[in-house]
């Protein structure tokens, strides 16, 4: 049990991962019903623009600034996200096809973003460093890499501001407006396009924030896409795909339960692999609604 | 009903398909051989995703289930082979209506996830099943036995991969064309209108799982001959990905387009590879979001204006 504390801080810090993936969901979800699956690849692209950005792989000799690396992984994302959207997105709702038709056209984005990842930066995972150096934090016996605490703290950072945004500011009360009631969003003078758009970029902010964050411990890699996605769709389950605050406990409860599980539990390391599918398929049929219940339409 | 002349066409199809067999060069048998497989797992892939409206991503992991469960019952237990076959489709079915029990009550992608889980699942059963499923690196050395008194080799079980294409074709087009299809369209379509007008919703949604992911197994069991090799990385999530595609491209809901679909999705690669790469994975990923922008009636509504009627 010495090892306890330090694997509270690795549980902590893969949970906030997961979480803001399972937020990149519901922020592309709530108000568009569609479930985006090249979330992941989205994420994958934020990690290889911070290796390009930050390591001399692009621009050899050159190594970027962190904040460099920051900017370019939201501007790239949030234009990609924009674009995605408009051009696969919103022709088949104008055309009025089914709710499959998008998720299943984004299936097909999937694969161009992690074809496109693989051309450009080969098939080798490449590290990228961490800003804040190699060095070990200890917060009493709460230690770890300067890294995993940089993720807990912008994790924290970014689900206050989500929170704010949707709770205090006018546009967040149009994108629960919109996820509560299209229709009726839309009659009280909501423009819905723009809704639409803007979730999809926040989306792939968010999830390119993700990417960027676990680059120094984990390596950017063209096959790390589709894992992240189920995990931060199986956090997202678990906490409930109606409120801001069931993405962090469905992701920190996700990262706890595998790690702890993998570590104490008398079973093959390779069965703990299972982890996140028994967790998903469990929630799916026994609580679909999540940990946290939807805010009601009132 | 069946004309006499359709019957002739079938027969015709069968032999033709069947009389390549015999004349393709080793590596052309390889080729023609998986082609066989995947036409047989995309018309039963059609029958669940376009047909009967489910997203489901476990179709591997049902033809991973039927190669591992003959492999094992038939060569690491020693069961007859006739034993071991049906052995291997009745875990395939049993297994298949256990997951659709609570899987078919999911609505739309939630139903994509769960069976994603489900496929995961088996791969790590299957990683981790030590000397029964050989792990990562799976089980080899061991060949068909004699069926039913026949030792069948070489272009022979071409022969029976093309019996098998025929028998699933035929199966599902029977199938299409009854009250059962009839209702599996409209619950795909509408739901509720479905079940007003008196179709059992849940029944039908577990039966069309069930039995297309029986097929699934089936399909499974004849790879399982092909290379006489089977390991765990051919039932991932990737193949699942081009099963999709080629239901998408060729035309999802005809059986026709799930042929189409299969064949060019399969053998593009061959052509492609040496021009782009590994970048054929991009074509197909555009080729996806085209097909689903423009031509939702894929490759096989643009060959027969007949074909885009039934498909929609």
Known sequence: MEDLPELIVSATASGCIYALVALAYLLILRPTSVINF?????????????????????????????????????????????????VTVRPLIRRGAGITSPILALLGVLVIFRESLTMLFGADPL??????????????????????????????????????????????????????????????????????????????????????????????????GLPLAIQGFTALVIGGVGRVEGALLGGLLLAFVEQLGARYLPIPSGLTLGFPFVLLIVFLFLRPGGLIAPREAC | MPGASRVLAWLAAIVAASALAFWLGGYATDVYRKMLIWIALALSYNFLFGIAGQVAFSHFAFAGVGAYAVVILAHKIGLPFGIA??????????????????????????????????????????????????????IANYRLPPVLGFAIRGPWYTVLLVLLVALTLWTLVRLDHSAFGRACRAIRDNAVAAAAMGVDVRRVKVLAFTLTSTLAGLAG?????????????????????????????GGSGSHLGAIIGAIVVYLAPFLLEPIVGHGFLVVFGVLVVLTILFQPAGLAGLLTWRAARQAT
């Open chain 2, 85 to 138: 076959f049906i052995g291997a489709l009745a875990l395939c079915a049993l297994l298949a209506y256990i997951v659709a029990l609570p899987a078919t009550r999911l609505e739309g992608f939630y139903l994509a996830l769960a069976t994603l889980a489900f496929s995961q699942l088996v791969l790590v059963v299957i990683d981790e099943g030590g000397s029964l499923t050989g792990g990562t690196g799976g």
């Open chain 2, 221 to 249: 069991i004849a790879y399982a001959y092909v290379d006489n090799v089977i390991n765990p990385s051919v039932f991932g999530l990737e193949n699942i990905f081009l099963l999709l595609f080629m239901i998408i491209i």
């Open chain 1, 38 to 86: 090249a979330i992941g690849e989205w994420a994958a692209t934020g990690a290889f623009i911070g290796v390009a950005v930050l390591t001399p792989l692009a621009w050899p000799r050159l190594e970027g600034p962190y904040w460099l690396a920051l900017v370019a992984v939201l501007v790239i994302l949030g234009l990609l996200g924009w674009l995605v959207e408009v």
């Open chain 1, 127 to 224: 590290p990228s460093p961490p800003p804040f150096g190699f060095k070990r934090v200890a917060l009493g016996p709460f230690a770890g890499a300067s890294q995993q605490f940089l993720i807990i703290g912008a994790t924290f950072a970014v689900f206050v501001a989500v929170w704010l945004f949707f709770e205090r500011t006018v546009w967040g009360r149009a994108f629960e407006a919109v996820a509560l009631n299209r229709r009726a969003a839309a009659l009280i003078g909501i423009n819905l396009r723009r809704v639409t758009a803007l979730a999809f970029a926040a989306g792939a902010m968010v999830a390119g924030l993700a990417g960027l964050l676990m680059t120094p411990l984990t390596s950017a890699h063209y096959m790390m």
